[in-house]
């Protein structure tokens, strides 16, 4: 573990869909609260149900659903009732779908089931669409094709006449990428214009590998995008290994005036078996702010242990507000 030295200053891929309508499913059948009646889909002739768009009753249950005030019930119903759509019938519940019930969680499950049993059918479907809502559908088939095809996904983004929708799809891709492909994602989000998306998807990929995202992190020629990449990661590293998330944070942040509150957020994180080791870090630093900081965050975590001792060392809770205003005084004295 490096020695502290202390500063002188102080965007639905089809994957997510899916586990989106598992979850849903199982919130309605163990969760507790308030629950709507709608008709139940009746089987057609074949034994397969009947498309949820093909009848005035159809329809009026996707009205209906779409009326409910609460997001989650409403969600909840969006989704079941998406995933119970015979995929045939997929194509023909979008296009009769109103054009303002378009941007809805029912039309996204919907378009992300079409793109990943036919991207060309979707494909050609979306190309078709140009009102308020094509954006989000755009992004949605985006996801869904890029989870089921990336290079295919990325070749049909970068052939997109308008910049604009252009950034959108590759922006959805990176994001969809992410976890599978960083690397990818990373430079497909600085192609998108969005280099905004690059602190979750560093997170995302210190999630699997935070050991070559930190070694890609570390190669970046800007000091700044540096040590902002290199604080995305830690901090998720943390939950996992938060001394060598904090030596990350050590070697991004020399003397920057965040160093200290960067240690504090990933002693915050850290897993119950790392605190003894962290506690013997800690006690190595100079007397000061950030020792205290650091001590008096452990001290919380360790109380909530449930074999915590009736007392610890370091700051208990009720001291550490006044440590954080302390700082900020010593830090912004003219405030």
């Given at each position: 573990m490096k020695p502290f030295v202390p500063s002188q200053n102080r965007v639905l891929g089809l994957k997510l869909l899916a586990l989106l309508g598992a979850a849903v499913a199982f919130a309605m059948m163990h969760g507790q609260g308030e629950r709507l009646t709608i008709p139940a889909i009746q089987p057609s002739g074949t034994g397969q149900a009947?498309?949820?768009?093909?009848?005035?009753?159809?329809?009026?249950?996707?009205?209906?659903?779409?009326r409910i005030p609460d997001p989650e019930l409403r969600h909840r119903h969006e989704a079941i009732l998406a995933t119970s759509v015979p995929g045939q019938d997929i194509p023909d519940c979008l296009k009769r779908l109103p054009e303002s019930h378009l941007d809805s969680l029912y039309a996204g499950i919907l378009?992300?089931?079409w793109t990943a049993a036919n991207p060309l059918e979707a494909k050609a479907w979306i190309s078709g669409q140009h009102g308020r809502h094509y954006p989000r559908?755009?992004?949605t088939f985006a996801g869904a094709w890029a989870d089921e095809d990336g290079a295919a996904a990325i070749a049909w983004a970068r052939a997109l006449d308008r910049e604009e929708d252009r950034g959108t799809a590759l922006?959805?891709?990176?994001?969809?990428?992410a976890s599978s492909e960083p690397r990818i994602a990373l430079n497909l989000s600085m192609e998108s214009g969005r280099p905004d998306l690059n602190y979750e998807i560093l997170r995302t990929w210190a999630k699997s590998d935070p050991t070559e995202a930190a070694r890609w992190a570390q190669q970046l020629p800007d000091h700044e995008e540096r040590a902002s990449a290199s604080t995305a990661i830690a901090l998720e590293w943390a939950g996992s290994d938060s001394l060598a998330a904090a030596d990350l944070l050590l070697d991004a942040l020399p003397g920057s005036p965040h160093l200290d509150q960067a240690l504090v957020s990933a002693i915050s994180r850290a897993d119950t078996a790392d605190l003894p080791r962290l506690r013997q870090w800690v006690d190595t630093f100079p007397q000061g702010l950030l020792k205290d900081l650091s001590r008096a965050e452990l001290t919380r975590i360790e109380r909530l242990l449930p074999t915590a001792p009736a007392s610890l060392p370091g700051e208990d809770e009720e001291n550490r507000a006044p440590l954080m205003e302390a700082r900020d005084k010593t830090r912004n004295p003219n405030e």
């Open positions: 009947k498309s949820v768009s093909r009848s005035p009753r159809d329809l009026a249950r996707i009205e209906q659903i779409l378009l992300g089931r559908l755009l992004a922006a959805e891709i990176a994001t969809t990428l």
